[in-house]
């Protein structure tokens, strides 16, 4: 029955989920519990400490006097109260240990904090050490003292989290004492080790390095705790032991030591000890020398193990050989950023940390996700690497500490860092909660009611909670991700411009420094760039100081940060004064994404982009290519309203221009494969020139009083471009053809088409602000030699009379695109002949490809380049495969239509489907086509000029790699993965080309 004083609606208001069980349990608790009543209301659970409460008194031998020692101390009971509602674990070790509950009876616990060394002894004495001796050992049955270690942790377990939510400690207070607690037990389980090990422990000094959080004062109520171990033979004279000797015992020393602290017994666990810190990691030895540690980091360590050890510090074991190491180790702690690679590494350390978080829990991690306790870590770490090499005072390990003072020395905003305190501290504070429920270690925020509910009372939010708690972590998260982003950029904005407020102040120096940690090669014209985007009060210099920290971030991810932002400066003073453009820079961050990526990583783009700045709004569009149906009409249109060929012609460049820069920014921002790019650029230069052939066609007709033209013109196009695989390099190759109108004198016609083809290849070449179509007419009839353009029945006639093997393998490319509809079709009739000849070739013909082969093999490769490397002509490379695919349909066409096809790859998809080559060979060659193409697009597009070798700049390897969608710092594997691939296809090359 539920008494007046506990009815339902007021135990409901209490926050109790299971009015009808709560009454139940207050009756079995009697009247003691009335006074409790209104302090439940304020615990996480309140159902969860009541249910708690009871089987504690139950179980305690003195419950009537708890339960009247609660009644008559509300501080007592509020702390006890507190730690039932909020923690399961601490509940239940009440339980089993009812008599603890007068821990919490202590009025000075909310204000007074253990000391260290008092943690240490106490923890020491319940394994049975004495505290003060040299090598403390425990003298209890090994069983007993690991049992006596686990109670005792947790006793002073339960004493900090009843100070922690029952008195409002601060978050950094409460990670120091853990952190000191865990200490104390480190010494204790080592003390219970070498009562293990024996006699021969005394024969070595065993240092316990605390790194990560427990090195940092900042630990979690369960984390890992990160350790490493140095070792020295204590000299015993003639005794010592030999460094073998004492290795295999610090080694056994070390192992027992880290199994007493993660074994479960009758008392449960504590924590896991991880030394997976050490050099080498988890394949090197467990304890070294001080002497061996020095060695492995001035030789082989990764930037990542020098971060690591800004937060070592000797912990347990012998202290004055934790005391050498540090003071061995931490100089070189402050070389790190001077070394090649530090912003990439990190930034690599950083994305490999996000990539194993599972998709299904992205959302909820409080510490690896986005805005989490991670991205305060990581930003406040890499400021003091980078200024702690010249400011000691930067180089507290723990986070908040080192934030504190990177604020006071002006190295972060005033208010910048007091927020970024605040946010951090919530989050380690969830964190804390989180994990305080059940003692195990987490990172995830829950998902369902109840947890939320017990989390967000947990905090303070008494009403609505759940709605509560899930507003204020997102607030926060922003907040991260916002500074995160300003933290390390926005001072830079301070040292060169006049920003009000409390903004930090960096020195030019620091400034330089700052963005050489970057990767900026050149910070001086840096600073430079940034004084005059920012400077004076401006609208667009104000706009501009709230764009470039983040700018910032994004060209220091690319491949040369340098560029980017000289670019960005080029483009903005264009622009700067257009109301559209740094409004949607600062609105639309797709756009602001793209840009900072296009200029820290393209200079051909780049440089697309500064011919003509307004293709800035591109970004915000869609950057899937235009059909060819579009561009032409498009095209058609600006010639029509225009006159003169001149004229139309540059206006058509200057369509071309703009799509040029379309599909390269797709590619680049990886919205377009190779085959979708030389699919788009063969559509592009198609309706160029069918817009351009008009243009000079109409002006040619015109100028000469003609009332139509004396001839019907069509271009062929060849090569690559016929094949529908133009690069960014390819030149247009192309034959012409012209057919006289009929009753037209042949001259007349011929002068005719000779001027129009003169004309139209002058107007597209012309230097300007678009860049040049070249075409090159060098495949026709008798070369260079040969006249530009011919009829149809010349071309026949050339062709029956003299034409070479390699003529009929250039026409397999051969696709009439442009002009004359029925003169491309009529030139198509005449050439399948050639191309796919009946009953394929001779054995002398095979015999003649194979030795111009070799002969471009051996002539044509430039001098000084590497065969491994060099795209086109290089082993394995688009002129092995392309090779290998023509002599097949040249041999094989007349009899298999699905090789009647100017393109590679559809070409060798026919030849595996008609049984001409392995399955496994044409994905060989596909797989290295469409490689070697996508580097040779790469290649044009990070140096802004065509190349077929791979560039031996490392600028622009890196940015070859970012192109390729390799991560920070992967351009060897990069590199690997093209010799493989050339490799095979070279394999498949010799034995199907070369036979």
């Not at 209490?14 to 302090?39: K, N, Q, S, T, V």
């Not at 940092?216 to 204590?234: C, I, K, M, Q, T």
């Not at 591109?618 to 060819?628: A, F, H, N």
Request: proline residues 5%; charged residues 25%.
């Amino acid at each position: 029955m539920i008494r007046p004083t506990t009815s339902k609606g007021s135990l409901l208001r209490l926050g109790f989920g299971d009015p009808e069980e709560a009454a139940a349990h207050l009756e079995r608790l009697g009247a003691a519990a009335d006074p409790l009543l209104a302090l439940f209301g304020r615990v996480a659970d309140p159902d969860l400490a009541l249910r708690s409460l009871v089987a504690v008194v139950e179980r305690a031998e003195d419950g009537g006097v708890l339960l009247d020692g609660l009644a008559d101390d509300e501080g007592t009971a509020m702390r006890l109260l507190a730690v039932l509602g909020a923690s399961q674990a601490l509940g239940n070790h009440l339980v089993r240990h009812p008599a603890q509950w007068r821990e919490l009876c202590d009025p000075t616990l909310g204000s007074t904090r253990p000391p260290a060394y008092h943690l240490r002894a106490e923890l020491l004495r319940a394994v049975g050490a004495e505290p003060y001796a040299e090598m403390p050992v425990a003298t209890l049955p090994d069983a007993d003292a690991v049992d006596a270690l686990r109670v005792e942790y947790r006793r002073w377990l339960m004493r900090l989290a009843a100070r922690d939510l029952a008195h409002g400690l601060g978050v950094d207070d409460v990670a120091a004492e853990l952190s000191d607690l865990a200490v104390g037990t480190l010494d204790a389980a080592l003390a219970i080790a070498r009562a293990r090990v024996g006699e021969p422990a005394a024969g070595v000094r065993l240092a316990v390095i605390a790194m990560g959080k427990c090195g940092g004062h900042e630990l979690n109520y369960v984390s890992d705790v990160d350790v490493v171990f140095a070792h020295d033979p204590v000299d015993l004279g003639d005794d010592t032991l030999s460094d073998q000797q004492a290795l295999r015992i610090a080694t056994q020393l070390a192992s027992q030591f880290m199994q007493i602290c993660s074994d479960h017994t009758g008392e449960g666990t504590i924590w896991q000890v991880d030394a997976a810190l050490r050099p080498e990691g988890k394949a090197g030895p467990l304890s070294r020398t001080v002497t061996s540690h020095l060695g492995y980091y001035q030789r082989w360590a990764s930037t990542w193990e020098f971060q690591a050890l800004l937060k070592a510090r000797p912990a347990a074991g012998d202290l004055a050989l934790g005391r050498e190491y540090v003071e061995t180790l931490q100089p070189l702690v402050w070389t790190a950023a001077e070394r090649d690679g530090f912003v990439a590494d990190t930034q690599a350390m950083r994305r490999r940390v996000v990539a194993h978080i599972p998709v299904r829990d992205a959302d909820r991690e409080l510490k690896l996700g986005a805005g989490g306790l991670r991205d305060v870590e990581f930003a406040v770490q890499l400021l003091q690497l980078v200024h702690g090499r010249a400011d000691a005072t930067l180089r507290a390990p723990t986070t908040l500490s080192a934030l504190a003072e990177l604020t006071r020395r002006g190295y972060v905003g005033r208010e910048d860092g007091e927020e970024l305190h605040r946010a951090y501290a919530f989050l380690r504070t969830m964190e804390h909660r989180i994990q305080l429920f059940r003692l195990q270690r987490t990172h995830l925020v829950p998902r369902d009611e109840a947890s939320l509910r017990r989390l967000g009372r947990s905090l303070g939010f008494l009403r609505e909670p759940v709605v509560s708690l899930e507003k204020e972590w997102a607030h926060e998260r922003r907040e991260v991700s916002r500074l995160h982003q300003k933290l390390f950029y926005r001072p830079l904005l301070a040292a060169v411009a006049r920003i009000p407020g409390e903004e930090a102040r960096l020195s030019t120096e620091a400034a330089e420094e700052r963005l050489t940690a970057l990767g900026y090669a050149d910070p001086t014209a840096a600073l430079r760039h940034l004084e005059a985007l920012t400077r004076g009060m401006r609208r667009s210099a104000i706009v501009q100081r709230t764009l470039l920290p983040v700018m910032l971030q994004w060209f220091a991810e690319g491949p040369d940060p340098d560029a980017g932002l000289f670019g960005f400066r080029r483009i903005s003073e264009a622009l700067g004064e257009s109301p559209w453009y740094l409004r949607a820079l600062r609105d639309e961050g797709l756009i602001a994404e793209r840009l900072a990526r296009i200029l820290s990583t393209s200079r051909y783009t780049t440089g697309l982009l500064e011919r003509e700045p307004e293709g800035v709004r591109i970004l915000g569009e869609s950057l899937e290519p235009l059909t060819g149906e579009a561009l032409e009409e498009e095209m058609t249109s600006a010639v029509e309203r225009r006159t003169g060929a001149e004229a139309s012609v540059k206006a058509v460049r200057a369509i071309r221009r703009r799509e040029l820069f379309r599909i390269s920014a797709a590619e680049l921002m990886g919205e377009a494969d190779v085959e979708t790019v030389g699919a788009a650029l063969s559509r592009l230069t198609d309706a160029t020139l069918e817009a351009s052939l008009r243009a000079v066609v109409a002006d040619a007709t015109a100028s000469r009083g003609l009332e139509s033209p004396p001839t019907r013109l069509a271009i062929i196009a060849m090569g690559r471009y016929g094949g529908f695989e133009l690069s960014y390099a390819s030149d247009a190759d192309i034959l012409f053809v012209h057919e006289p109108a009929p009753g037209v004198d042949p001259h007349q016609a011929a002068s005719f088409a000779q001027a129009v083809v003169g004309e139209l290849r002058r107007l597209l070449a012309l230097p300007g602000a678009d860049l040049p179509l070249e075409l090159d007419a060098g495949l026709r009839p008798e070369g260079k030699s040969g006249p530009l353009v011919r009829t149809l029945s010349a071309y026949a006639s050339y062709y029956a009379k003299w034409s070479h093997v390699w003529e009929a393998q250039a026409l397999l490319r051969a696709d009439a695109v442009v002009g004359d509809p029925e003169l491309r079709k009529a030139f198509t009739a005449m050439i399948d002949p050639l191309r796919y000849p009946e009953g394929g070739l001779s054995e002398d013909d095979v015999i003649e490809v194979r030795r111009i082969k070799a002969r471009v093999d051996a002539e044509r490769l430039p001098r000084g380049a590497d065969p491994h490397t060099h795209l086109k002509l290089g082993r394995g490379g688009l002129a092995d495969i392309e090779w290998t695919v023509q002599l097949l349909q040249l041999r094989h066409a007349h009899e298999i239509p699905g090789l009647r096809t100017p393109h590679t790859i559809e070409a060798l998809t026919a030849a595996r489907e008609a049984g001409l080559l392995d399955p496994d060979d044409v994905a060989s060659l596909c797989e290295a086509w469409r490689l070697v193409s996508r580097v040779r697009n790469a290649v044009t597009l990070a140096r802004g000029r065509p190349s077929d070798s791979l560039p031996s700049s490392a600028v622009e390897r890196r940015a070859v790699a970012a192109i390729l969608g390799y991560p920070a710092g992967a351009t060897d594997e990069m590199v690997n993965d093209y010799l493989r691939a050339t490799r095979v296809a070279h394999g498949v090359v010799e034995r199907v080309f070369w036979g």
